[in-house]
């Protein structure tokens, strides 16, 4: 783990010089920069330099509370600036397409390619049943601090996917302290799909290339739809679906991933 400012990240970049693009990775609710941890040193091993930092109050990075949905893209653009990272292929999954896509369309210079995978973007959409109970004061607090490691497990494992010991250990830290609890809650009762509606057709407007990459097994949180979805909003995409994975598909599937994201950008130019 490096620091940059306020925020714990990895990075993996190639010995040999490249004037590649670098790639920015940016994880979802409730997990870190530790799912990245296949990709990252293959995107080194392709010759870019890969970042990929803990959003505040996840991983090793400390909450900034409220932890807000444009509070935490506040913090991807600080940390862009703070490593001098000019164009970036941005990478998002779960919360953090919701965070890094909102970044990309208020910076379309900063992004050359976007891969995108089971989140959503979509201003007439609804949240899942866990979502609304976050948000339901009274309620959300009860819920999350309810949660113990063996629960966290017993819900992440659920979805689809195996994670290990290192994995909820890396996991469980969003959980490890009350103002990181409740910056978990600020996050999902800043979520109001209708901020949207002013980013209407500005991912296609990006004119990047882009891989939607999507597990199927999701029916919950993100089904398959949303990433057709994403396909009628961004017509020359390009779309590979998982079947072998539910929602977290980087840790159910991830050489799988790998290759898919490797082989988009080589097919791309990017």
Known sequence: ???SGEMAYREAISEAASDRDPVLCVHGWPQSSYVWRH???ALADSGRAAYAPDLRGFGDSEPDRPGTWERHMDSIERFRSELGLDRVILVVHDWGGLIGLRWACDHPGAVSALVISNTGFFPNAEWHALAKALQTEGQGETLIDSFSREGLETALSGLGSKFDEDALDEYWKAFTSEDRRRGLLDLYRSGDFSKLEPYR???AALGVPTLILWG????EYTPVAGAHSFLEMIP???LVLVDDAGHFVFEAEPQRCVR????FLEDAGV
């Open 236 to 238: 020359e995409a390009s």
């Open 216 to 219: 199927v097994g999701d029916e």
């Open 1 to 3: 783990m490096k620091r």
């Open 201 to 203: 057709g500005r991912l």
């Open 260 to 263: 898919e994201v490797l082989g």
């Open 39 to 41: 990709l990252l040193p």
